[in-house]
């Protein structure tokens, strides 16, 4: 099964269930429509296309990670930024990282692969997982976001997805470049 919104009805909480708990929350955000997207190669196809662009706007990449000890964590950093993962493993505390895997993905933040983003912090807030955001994200007036599906892409402010996570139970940790 792929990640897009035609197959929403599997999650824990569907793409629509999401979008409809933040908009009768009063939350603030544009929601796009596109072709589903995997990668940061797939995202910059809809950047400025069918997703707005500019350099207030902050795309972004997401990992799901697990250490040794079986910690979970979700990271997010500005889609150009390069990625070390032993070096990222050591800044966030967890020694070894590796990715985790699809069924530790959807038991962990219910979502499938391709569809990783800060918004599954709404199942992933309450199992314990920790999220470590890049600093760049406080910079921008809009982060892009998928909600839960990757045909779908949320742009919303940095404050209001700070508060969402806080809300969910996601303690962010800040990363700097």
């Not at 072709?35 to 296309?49: C, F, H, N, W, Y």
């Not at 499938?112 to 910079?139: E, F, I, T, Y």
């Amino acid at each position: 099964m792929d990640a897009s919104s035609a197959h929403q009805d599997s999650l824990p909480l569907s793409s629509d269930a999401l979008l409809a708990q933040m908009r009768d929350a009063g939350v603030d955000f544009e929601l796009y429509q596109h072709i589903p997207l995997r990668t940061v190669e797939d995202a910059k196809t809809v950047q400025g296309v069918d997703v707005p662009a500019g350099p207030a706007r902050l795309n972004i990449k997401n990992f799901y990670l697990r250490d040794r000890k079986k910690r979970n964590y979700l990271v997010v950093l500005e889609q150009d930024r390069a990625v070390d993962l032993k070096a990222l493993g050591a800044t966030i505390g967890a020694g070894n990282v590796s990715f985790g895997s699809d069924d530790r993905l959807m038991e962990f933040l219910g979502i499938r692969p391709g569809a990783v983003s800060p918004l599954a912090m709404v199942n992933g807030g309450p199992k314990g997982v920790q999220l470590w955001m890049d600093r760049a994200v406080q910079a921008a007036t809009f982060i892009h976001v998928h909600p839960l599906v990757n045909d779908r892409t949320v742009a919303l402010s940095p404050d209001v997805l700070e508060q969402l996570l806080t809300g969910w139970g996601a303690g962010i940790h800040w990363l700097d470049p």
